[in-house]
């Protein structure tokens, strides 16, 4: 489970930003909270909701542990014809391409909580650093400074010898995970298995889990099942069907051409109780990002994994989005600890009856152009209130400003930021 993760200097995220999983002290049901021990509050949050205008940076958030994780996965097995780090600086401000980037996460495995993290410039990692906390007190796994490495006595291994081969541009968790490393690639593993959706695509290369099937059949989709086919072989009940405009002969064109792939086709019920299978890429914009969004929610709740969404309630129902975050917020669907974060423009969700104030955040940008994240628990707010709309008439911030100024007057005393939750 992810407890908290912080970046620095990544597109418009300028200075450093944290968004937490750790659930507030706020009276709210907690019914939905994961047991962890291992946190102050003793409890995380199964999902949270990122909210704020266009071209606030709410997706650099996802991105940014997009670029962590590949970075965790990729930076020693790119090997040195592949130099430099990959990264993408806040280029507003001359001196933030020059200054280092920092991703840090803090994660519970084993029923222990570690950190992880590292700094980059575009040539090299500045440092890394992997602390345990067992019984609470930081124990050292490992440090990298400059070059140099500090081991930990509890870290066994090959650690003298992977160091050697770890380069300049890699970090020292990707090498000794590709050298198998056997402490440092269960962390490895831990990143390998977060799933992030950033683009909804519905080219899935597995079968689909039949409770997604299920799923899109309560919310009234009409399908009823899928199929696989294997390309070029066109189905019986659709051989004598002509083919009426441009795109659908692309689309067939396109099958032919990759003979060695296999098609995933949805069933329909038709007025005579049969089924009819359609392609994919034939299905509604909503049903195809339902089908890849549904598919990667089970596998977050099978394995206890954390799943990030991007654009989240895109081309989706409200209905149909509330129903997604239901899954990871009822101990019955999610008894093995998964967490969601999406971001979102949908302003309905925020009165979700399962969802508690410190669920949702919010993304504004200053007047440099620089992401601020926070919380929706920075401000003075009651367990009854109408948080979707005191979202909209402006009292969180992060909407466009001439939005609000059509509509009721925010009150000074109304959107004050404070420390403390307020019931």
Not at 117 to 122: L, S
Not at 250 to 276: T, V, Y
Not at 380 to 390: A, C, P, Q, S
Request: glycine share 6%.
């Amino acid at each position: 489970m992810i407890v908290r993760f912080s970046v620095a200097n990544h597109l418009s995220i300028r200075d450093e930003n944290t968004l937490s999983f750790v659930a507030s002290s706020s009276r709210d049901d907690p019914t939905s909270l994961l047991p962890c021990p291992v946190v102050a509050s003793k409890y995380l949050l199964p999902a949270a909701l990122i909210y704020g205008a266009n071209g606030s940076g709410k997706s650099n958030i996802v991105s940014a542990l997009y670029e962590m994780r590949q970075m965790v996965l990729d930076s020693h097995s790119r090997g040195p014809l592949y130099s430099g780090v990959f990264r993408h600086p806040f280029v507003l401000e001359d001196r933030y391409c020059q200054n280092i980037s920092k991703y840090e996460i803090d994660f519970v495995m084993g029923g222990v909580l570690n950190s992880y993290g590292f700094t980059a410039t575009d040539d090299e990692f500045k440092s890394e650093w992997l602390y345990s906390f067992p019984n609470v007190r930081r124990r050292v796994l490992f440090e990298r400074t400059a070059g140099r490495f500090v081991f930990g006595r509890e870290l066994k291994g090959q650690n003298t010898s992977i160091a050697k081969l770890t380069r300049p541009d890699s970090l020292f968790l990707s090498a000794a995970a590709q050298n198998g490393h056997e402490t440092l690639s269960r962390t490895f593993e831990f990143f390998a298995k977060i799933l992030i959706i950033s683009t909804l695509t519905a080219q899935l290369k597995h079968d689909l889990d039949p409770r997604v099937i299920n799923f899109l059949r309560n919310i009234d989709t009409g399908i009823t099942g899928f199929r696989r086919r294997r390309v070029g072989e066109l189905p019986e009940e659709r051989s004598s069907m002509p083919t009426f405009s441009a795109s659908r002969q692309a689309l067939a064109l396109s099958r032919i051409m990759s003979k060695d792939q296999d098609r995933l086709e949805l069933a329909h019920q038709c007025i005579d109780g049969q089924n009819k299978f359609l392609d994919i890429d034939e299905e509604s914009m909503g049903t195809r990002r339902m089908v890849v969004l549904l598919d990667a929610a089970f596998q977050a709740l099978d394995g206890g994994r954390t799943l990030f969404v991007d654009e989240f309630d895109a081309s989706l129902h409200s209905h149909a989005c509330e129903a997604v975050l239901r899954l990871f917020c009822s101990p019955d669907s999610n008894p093995n600890g998964a967490q969601i974060l999406a971001t979102v423009h949908n302003t309905s969700l925020i009165n979700s009856p399962f969802l508690r104030r410190d669920q949702v955040w919010f993304v504004e940008k200053d007047q440099h152009g620089a992401s601020n994240l926070y919380p929706l628990t920075d401000y003075r707010t009651r367990k009854g209130d109408d948080f979707e709309l005191g979202y909209l008439q402006g009292r969180y911030g992060a909407v466009p400003l001439n939005t609000i100024q059509q509509g009721v007057e925010v009150e000074a005393e109304d959107s004050g930021r404070h420390d403390e939750d307020t019931e």
